[in-house]
């Protein structure tokens, strides 16, 4: 079992910043992929960025490209969504998730999660 625990959640303002986190806690960090997925009031979960066990491979959706960053440190075992120049579309809750294998956006896939926190962007 892996836990994971999600902070740094807010309110921002169009074209802030924030950083999230997770810290978790179980089985070796270094064993797992980790990704971050968000779903917005009425939308379904959907794909942010996701990071291989040692940090090698980084992946990101789309719309997120040159604004979010994610990166791992497994000493610390924990990962770190920061995001920058953030929209209002961005409004939602980030989940951070654990998968062994590929670090990959299919959520379906991930087999732990935690519990959200919330993001607002708005003036």
């Known amino acids: 079992q892996v836990q994971l625990v999600e902070n740094g959640g807010g309110l921002v303002q169009p074209g802030g910043s924030l950083t999230l986190s997770c810290a978790a806690s179980?089985?070796?960090?270094?064993?797992?992929?980790m990704g971050w997925f968000r779903q917005a009031p009425g939308k379904g979960r959907e794909f942010v960025s996701a990071?291989?066990?040692?940090?090698?491979?980084?992946n990101y959706a789309e719309f997120v490209k040159g604004r979010f960053t994610i990166s791992r440190d497994n000493a610390k075992n924990m990962v770190v969504l920061q995001m920058n120049s953030l929209k209002p579309e961005d409004t939602a809750v980030y989940y951070c998730?654990?998968?062994?294998?590929?670090?990959?956006?299919?959520?379906?896939?991930?087999?732990?999660w935690g519990q959200g926190t919330q993001v607002t962007v708005s003036s």
């Open positions: 998730a654990a998968r062994g294998g590929r670090p990959i956006g299919d959520s379906t896939t991930y087999d732990y």
């Open positions: 179980g089985r070796a960090f270094s064993n797992y992929a």
């Open positions: 990071i291989s066990s040692f940090g090698g491979t980084r």
